[in-house]
């Protein structure tokens, strides 16, 4: 489900576990989170696909919470 202060979501996303893992990488770099890349690319790769949507998921909430917080602080992209 996807809230209003919701910036990223991986609904709509094309399920190919690659681009999966380039959106949220993107989401990630947007936000400032780049540190966070290749962390997200190792446990997602570490298990199967069902481990790669719950990891690629939790980076994409990181995502929308620091957007959120850009946002309140006037923060631009």
């Known amino acids: 489900m996807m809230y209003e202060d919701e ?7 094309n399920g190919n576990a690659y681009a999966v893992m380039g959106y949220t990488a993107r989401a990630l770099r947007n936000e400032g989170l780049s540190d966070l890349v290749d962390e997200m690319h190792q446990r997602a790769t ?3 696909y069902d481990n790669l949507l719950c990891v690629c998921m939790e980076y994409i909430d990181m995502a929308n919470a620091k957007a959120l917080e850009n946002e309140y602080n006037g923060v631009e992209d």
Do not use: H, M
């Open 7 to 13: 910036k990223y979501t991986l609904v709509g996303v």
């Open 46 to 48: 570490s298990g199967d």
